[in-house]
């Protein structure tokens, strides 16, 4: 009987995330969901509520390494994967929208993009997005991936990849995982040292975009000086 009542519950939820996506659902009920497909003909209830209780919150959840979720919560290999597997999905998912050589030509679709590409980092991280002379994407360099609040670039490592790349500009995009969208004085002089390197190679710097969750700053929209 109880297995009879569990198997109507999972269709019920499935059919009422056919019916209208996720956006009524809880967080804990999001996350049972999910474990539908990871534990079968068993109630994920209790688990969902214990894994969220554990990490704090569900984004918390889907960034834990998959052996920092089986060390705390108990649980298997296979139900780790798939949770932590959520966010590099929606990464992938972010980057095809945006096809292999999208246009990036205004602070704005550069700064979006930037969003999507710190998708599932938690940790602070250095981009050089490289441009050609259109605006249009060559390629996105990660050039480092630091703490959590501290991240080195250097502006020979920055010349490097703009040759590499063949770019005639270039977009400087690093995360905030604390949340502020405020530049530090780092940022700023970090910003003037890059763009001193390449203006000798004749390679414009025209933006530095600062990603904090689906937020960003931008230097350009906000007056520093680049050229």
């Known amino acids: 009987m109880a297995e009879n009542l569990h198997k109507g519950h999972r269709l019920r939820v499935k059919k009422r995330f056919l019916k209208e996506g996720l956006d009524g659902f809880a967080d804990h009920q999001i996350l049972e969901f999910l474990l539908y ?3 079968p003909m068993k109630d994920t209830n209790e688990l969902a509520h214990k894994i969220l209780k554990e990490f704090g919150s569900i984004s918390n ?3 834990a390494h998959p052996n920092d979720i089986m ?4 649980v298997t290999e296979n139900i780790a994967i798939l949770i932590s597997l959520v966010p590099h999905l929606a990464k992938r998912y972010n980057q095809d929208k945006w096809g292999n050589k999208p246009c990036l030509n205004t602070s704005s679709k550069v700064g979006n993009y930037a ?4 998708t599932g980092r938690v940790y602070e991280s250095f981009f050089l997005i490289c441009l050609d002379n259109q605006g249009n994407l060559n390629n996105a360099v990660l050039l480092h991936e630091g703490t959590i609040d501290e991240v080195s670039v250097y502006p020979r490592l920055v010349v490097e990849a703009a040759i590499r790349y063949n770019a005639a500009m270039v977009v400087l995009a690093h995360n905030h995982p604390s949340g502020s969208l405020v530049p530090s004085d780092d940022d700023k002089s970090t910003t003037i040292r890059v763009r001193t390197a390449l203006n000798a190679i004749s390679v414009r710097l025209i933006d530095h975009i600062i990603v904090a969750g689906t937020e960003y700053y931008s230097f350009s929209e906000n007056g520093f000086d680049l050229s």
């Open 71 to 74: 060390k705390r919560c108990n």
């Open 37 to 39: 497909y990871a534990i």
């Open 61 to 63: 959840v889907f960034e």
């Open 115 to 118: 969003i999507d590409l710190f």
